[in-house]
């Protein structure tokens, strides 16, 4: 670290204590403690919310902490302003809660039928909704750009490996066919392979997506090299940017290589990694490439 | 049949036997011989040219018939021509061929370059430039609408069950998920449950996305009521419409059942059963809704 990093550090340490600990609501996976070993490392305090069904014990029980109910957003409001939070994010995965995990209350209640309607769609507008509540309850809701932005993909080539000509097409291709979804909220994912979109995500979620592909491809639906064809991935076009960014991890690299594709394709600054170093050595041991594209560019570089 | 269509039908055969036996490519499948037989019906005769590893030797040989390679363009075309077919249709699956089934001939091989890169790209885009290589031949490509129109899926709900306001809503939406890829040349077909497109076809097929529905909704990843939700099936906007249309059968029904959808709904003229009959008697005894939708209409209805 320079002198001015570290003198640059000690200010974004002041700001933090300043502007008090950030409440991290968190879902499932290993998110939730990438973004709270993130802020720390900026020297803000943080305290994990996590929610009753779907965080992780093991790993949330190393930092400050409160286990919620889903429901009872009244109360998980009330219980971060005493601890002195303005600032919440959500992150992890939550899907379809099991309703023993919910426990409404009356806050939750009052917004009954925008919660239920939004509930039966899925986890992003699920989270977005149960955000904006939060938002109108005098919290901020923070997104993962502000508060850990080192957990983003950023531009340009990541490991050892580079798309070829036609791998570029096709991450183009891929990128299209997800701004061609966009309006209808659908689709943060995309495989092409051989010049063809192959595959779109729609609700069964990336690693599903890619067994498919290596499936397609064993049953010789696609004709295609042995290593050929490109995971992409970004935001829909007009998300809330705050929740539920696109992820990848050393999971997706492994899903990618089983499914026999060339390599991965992300927005940059809208996909989330949360461990960038093993993500880049497993994708260079995999042989695949790993790169982040600019979110308006018209080529790839 | 009234004294006009009889009438009508010894016309038809007139004109049909005149224009000599039309030559049906067959690949898999049970569309082969339901189109051989609505056009038989119509008087007119057929000589169907199965091709090797694909079409299905039972349903077969209960027409004229000649067994050919996929690769044997050229000897294909002087066989037709020999047993006085000026007009040919292709009809029936055909996934990636195994090379021992190919057996390429110099016609073919003059049109490798261009025959190996559609063949990589998968089954519509093969068949339609196969077609394209007979039409340079001087054979007349047909396509279903002219032959054997009554297999074409009609305007209207042809069971006994109809949507409600809200899956006519969702039937749109899947209709602009369709158009939104078209230009991109994927997607005959997407699955709309609780107002969200849930899964996107591209190489997998129908069978194989509606599997995905039911994995989906299963695993709680989408929510909705047990019979919840619609198929969606249209030709490509921009396809040619001679060729690989978007079929439904028994089967189809079979599987949206089980993913738990509320109906079926294709584009009317543009979509085909091999028996319309089975079909629509199966979707009344599932419950399903079966639907023909105008192809330029705003509205369902």
Redesign the interface.
């Known amino acids: 670290m320079s002198v001015r990093d570290s003198e640059q550090s000690r200010v974004n340490a002041k700001q933090a204590t300043a502007m008090g600990p950030l409440a991290i609501v968190c879902g499932g996976g290993a998110f939730p403690a990438a973004v709270a070993d993130a802020v720390r490392r900026r020297g803000r305090e943080v305290i994990l919310f996590a929610l009753r069904g779907f965080a992780d014990a093991a790993s949330i029980q190393q930092y400050p902490h409160q286990w919620i109910y889903l429901g009872a957003v009244g109360r998980v409001i009330r219980l971060m302003k005493q601890k002195g939070c303005r600032d919440v994010m959500f992150v992890g995965a939550v899907?379809?809660p099991r309703l023993r995990d919910i426990r409404l209350d009356w806050t939750t209640i009052r917004w009954m039928p925008a919660y239920i309607r939004v509930?039966?769609?899925?986890?992003d507008q699920l989270l977005s909704n149960i955000a904006m509540l939060f938002g109108n309850m005098g919290m901020r809701v923070r997104g993962i750009q502000e508060v850990a932005p080192e957990l983003l993909i950023p531009v340009g080539a990541l490991g050892r490996h580079r798309p070829s000509a036609a791998e570029e097409a096709e991450i183009m291709?891929g990128r299209?066919?997800l701004q061609?979804?966009g309006?209808?909220?659908?689709?943060q994912a995309?495989?092409v392979?051989?010049?063809?979109?192959?595959?779109?995500e729609?609700?069964?979620?990336t690693a599903?997506m890619l067994a498919?592909v290596a499936?397609?491809k064993r049953?010789?639906?696609?004709?295609?090299a042995a290593r050929a064809g490109v995971l992409v991935k970004a935001p829909k076009p007009g998300q809330d940017r705050r929740i539920d960014l696109p992820a990848i991890g050393v999971d997706t690299v492994k899903q990618a290589a089983a499914a026999g594709l060339a390599g991965i394709a992300v927005e940059a600054g809208g996909t989330i990694a949360a461990d960038a170093n093993a993500l880049v050595r497993a994708a260079d041991e995999a042989g695949l490439f790993l790169l982040g594209f600019e979110p308006d560019a018209e080529t790839i570089r």
Do not use: K
């Open positions: 899907y379809r509930a039966r769609h899925g986890d291709l299209r066919a061609a979804l309006p209808l909220d659908v689709g995309a495989v392979v051989g010049g063809r979109v192959v595959a779109v729609a609700a069964e979620g599903a498919r499936e397609i049953s010789g639906r696609v004709i295609a």
